[in-house]
């Protein structure tokens, strides 16, 4: 039309505009054909004779079959009958049917949480394998979020998800943020609550907990995860920046527990950098934090055996043999023992943990029964505990070259004095390298030549020998009225 407009003919204008000369002139007099809705096949329906009588009804009963499921089951049921180059036929149709005739879907309304309103929490896992001095270390990642500002923290666990876990990260993340929000939720933590066929119920320390804090607990519905989305969404953002972070450190290893949650502390600090300003309106509409923090341990008390240990939720442990029969208290953390006689505190344990739901495993530190061990040394060679008793493959390698060296009431007593002389001299490591390094091993006077010091001599002190009657007036009492005399 552009071109009959600047004055060519409709032969040019027909090429020009690479159509044909009658349908430029269709154009030219408004008369476009409409083109026509077809309301028949072209071809023969190859699931006509199943469809009404067969997919149908398996819709009907389960609406998430796939077409490769629904395929599968006609080449089941009519061997040959439905080629593999159907499938992708079958997978339109199954997706037409569910646009036009399938069952309502769930819909995702999107919230707008005001400022102070919500804070959040889940545990999550890594996805990089992270090792600690070259030991995997198998832990969960706590994370508190704020449904506003999207202010975040994130803190260590060693364990399962349990009361103490939650609670000590969330009560380190709201004393971080100097303020409380108006509720806290969770999905179906049973840390907060005891979830059975018919209801839900607050665990009593959770609720307690959030008594404290005057927050109102929340929990989204059993099993729709999109409901604690704020949450969920920042796992998966953390997750991202830990990998990306490694990839730059070059090493997944770390040196310690607290070198590792410094690199964790720096990622979140680089995340929550992004939402300053929000958090800083959002601080203005929290609740002030309580004066002192609730408790985020829980408590038993136990008995010391005789074989100086205490037995804590499936791991046994040892303890110094002092406390032997006494009942002590045990403040029980996500990492740690807290023992106390009455209200004094005597040690602290690290917590551990066994690999499997119905194992067990055993914390025993030779220190605390060594000089016990070093009265009764062939107590070692067939003791419960011996293996756990040496505390490192340095020392397991010793023993069983002094099993080989020496006869088997000599390889005890050996090797209860390595382990007296490296807790009495605080020299465990170079000890066992040294001895490794020495073929055969030192005979054990020349050890206690090395370490055994002699007491210097001590001066002759004068003693005065009594007389028999001096005895005879102790016994009668007469020398009480002969001492009074002098005094």
């Not at 990260?169 to 609550?193: C, F, I, M, W």
Request: hydrophobic content about 35%; glycine content about 6%; overall charge positive.
């Amino acid at each position: 039309m552009k071109n009959r407009q600047r004055g060519f003919s409709q032969e040019t204008s027909s090429a020009k505009a690479g159509i044909s000369i009658r349908s430029g002139r269709r154009i030219e007099k408004n008369q476009r054909g409409r083109k026509k809705r077809r309301h028949w096949r072209t071809r023969q329906d190859p699931f006509g004779a199943v469809w009404e009588t067969e997919i149908i009804p398996l819709f009907a009963r389960e609406p998430e079959l796939t077409g490769t499921t629904l395929w599968e089951y006609l080449d089941d049921h009519y061997p040959g009958q439905y080629s593999e180059k159907l499938l992708r036929t079958l997978q339109r149709r199954v997706k037409h049917w569910r646009a036009v005739k399938g069952p309502e879907k769930a819909v995702i309304f999107c919230q707008s949480v005001p400022a102070g309103q919500q804070g959040l929490s889940d545990f999550t896992r890594p996805r990089t394998t992270i090792t600690i001095a070259g030991k995997p270390f198998d832990h969960l990642l706590y994370q508190f979020r704020l449904a506003y500002s999207h202010w975040r923290d994130v803190h260590v666990i060693q364990g399962g998800e349990s009361y103490s876990a939650l609670a000590d990260g969330l009560q380190n993340a709201l004393h971080k943020l100097g303020g409380v929000p108006a509720e806290h939720r969770t999905d179906s933590l049973s840390a907060a609550y005891i979830n059975t066929t018919q209801k839900r119920e607050l665990t009593q320390a959770y609720e307690a907990l959030c008594q404290h804090y005057d927050m109102k607990p929340t929990v989204n519905n059993l099993g729709v995860s999109h409901e604690n989305g704020a949450i969920e969404n920042a796992h998966g953002s953390l997750k991202h920046r830990i990998e990306q972070a490694i990839k730059v450190r070059g090493s997944a290893d770390f040196q310690n527990l607290e070198v590792y949650r410094r690199f964790l502390d720096q990622i979140v600090d680089k995340l929550n950098k992004r939402c300053q300003g929000r958090l800083a309106e959002e601080q203005l509409h929290l609740k002030p934090l309580p004066h002192y923090r609730f408790m985020d341990f829980s408590e038993l008390t136990v008995k010391v055996t005789t074989s100086s240990t205490i037995s804590v939720k499936r791991g046994l442990y040892s303890v110094p043999s002092r406390l032997i029969g006494e009942n002590i208290r045990v403040h029980l953390y996500h990492d740690r023992l807290e023992c106390f006689v009455s209200q004094t505190p005597v040690i602290t344990l690290s917590r551990v943990y066994p690999k499997t739901p119905e194992g067990r495993v055993r914390r025993i530190d030779y220190r605390h029964v060594i000089h016990a061990l070093a009265a009764k040394p062939q107590a070692f060679r067939f003791s419960q505990l011996r293996d756990d008793l040496l505390p490192t493959p340095q020392y397991h390698q010793l023993w069983q070259r002094a099993e080989q060296q020496f006869d088997p009431q000599q390889a005890c007593k050996w090797m209860v004095s390595v382990l007296r002389f490296a807790y009495d001299h605080d020299c465990e490591s170079p000890l066992a390298a040294e001895l490794l390094q020495q073929n055969p091993l030192p005979e054990l006077k020349a050890l206690q030549k090395r370490f055994i010091r002699r007491h210097a001599t001590q001066p002759d002190i004068p003693a005065k020998q009594h007389t028999i009657d001096a005895y005879d007036q102790l016994l009668s009492g007469s020398w009480i009225t002969q001492e009074m005399a002098y005094v």
